[in-house]
């Protein structure tokens, strides 16, 4: 699939992976983020299921301004042992009051966020492919079941659309993977347990072949025993 999708959002976040009390949005739409978007427009709730698919993100015009407000935000403390247990005898299972887990903090919002997107199915195992599903999606949207709306990022930050990209629609910066580049966003987030793989990006008015993003899942390394554990 060669073709450029454009992709339009009025307003969004991308929460950093580390923060905490203040939100911050990471400046560009992530890869992993995408990834989950085109997942939602499929109707595909398995996170692996199109694995090694590639994608080449761009930003068309200039970057998003990011607005900064006071919201309520729910901190759950998900926690093992006797202390769930604690929780538990005291709430009950999966309630959590409002006054012990809501409280003011600060976030910041992107606006107008305008996204260029192409997709590269060539080295995925799925019998459909994304890209293939996608062009169902245009052509045939009544073949595809899904549910909810259709959110870049959190889910209250509902998209205006996705179609094909026009020049029209304006110049294409992209995002270009560089050791060495200023900007980091994150390509595979495990939810389980919030560790992931990153890469660093550099801005080019030219594409190349190093736009390309691969989606995997990063490589887990069997865990060694230290010499006191061994001796026990």
């Avoid at 939100?23 to 989950?36: I, N, R, V």
């Avoid at 709430?91 to 006054?99: H, N, R, T």
């Avoid at 949207?141 to 659309?161: K, T, Y």
């Avoid at 736009?211 to 230290?226: G, S």
Wanted: proline share 6%; hydrophobic share 35%.
């Amino acid at each position: 699939m060669n073709q450029i999708f454009y992709l339009e959002c009025p307003c969004t976040s991308f929460p950093r992976s580390f923060a905490r009390d203040f939100k911050e949005t990471y400046l560009y739409p992530p890869p992993s983020t995408l990834y989950g978007f085109f997942l939602s427009l499929v109707g595909e709730e398995n996170m692996i299921a199109h694995l090694g698919v590639k994608l080449a993100i761009g930003i068309i015009g200039n970057d998003p301004p990011v607005s900064r407000i006071v919201r309520k935000q729910r901190s759950h403390k998900f926690v093992v042992g006797g202390d769930a247990t604690k929780r538990i005898n005291k709430y009950g299972e999966g309630i959590y009051p409002s006054q012990n887990y809501s409280k003011p903090n600060f976030q910041e919002l992107l606006t107008d966020v305008r996204v260029a997107i192409r997709l590269d199915s060539s080295n995925e195992s799925a019998n459909i492919k994304l890209s293939e599903r996608v062009a169902i999606v245009f052509s045939s949207p009544n073949q595809i079941v899904r549910f909810g709306g259709l959110s870049l990022g959190e889910s209250w930050a509902m998209v205006n659309g996705i179609r094909n990209y026009r020049e029209t629609d304006g110049v294409i910066r992209w995002l270009v993977r560089d050791k060495r580049g200023l900007i980091g966003l994150p390509v595979w987030v495990d939810r389980k347990t919030g560790q992931g793989t990153f890469q660093r990006f550099e801005l080019s008015n030219q594409w190349q072949e190093d736009c390309w993003v691969d989606i995997q899942t990063p490589v887990t390394l069997p865990r060694v025993l230290n010499k006191s554990r061994r001796k026990k």
